[in-house]
């Protein structure tokens, strides 16, 4: 356990931190199972699960929850399965 004031701040920082990060890569994984089952099942609303999904994922990137390059590798994912579906 640590002993300085400064210490046990940043313990509690960290650990509200790590609650939020949880909680928007938990959100991510959702949205995507969403938008890959939607495109497996041919559903016209994985269009807009996409655009739910991009969005999060820039938010994400924009808080530095996940690294940008991470974001845009899987935005890029997310465009192949929407280009997959159309044909």
């Known amino acids: 356990m640590a002993h300085m004031k400064s210490a046990i701040k940043r313990i509690r920082t960290s650990a509200q931190a790590n609650l939020r990060n949880r909680s928007r890569i938990s959100k ?14 041919n559903d016209a609303a994985a269009v807009e699960f996409a655009k739910d999904f991009v969005s999060a994922l820039d938010k994400a990137a924009k808080v530095g929850t996940i690294h940008a390059n991470r974001a ?7 465009d192949k399965l929407i280009n997959s579906m159309a044909k």
């Not at 991510?28 to 099942?41: C, D, G, I, S, W």
């Not at 845009?72 to 997310?78: G, H, L, M």
């Open 28 to 41: 991510l994984n959702t949205l995507e199972k969403k938008l890959r089952a939607a495109v497996a099942a």
């Open 72 to 78: 845009a590798n899987k935005k890029s994912q997310a």
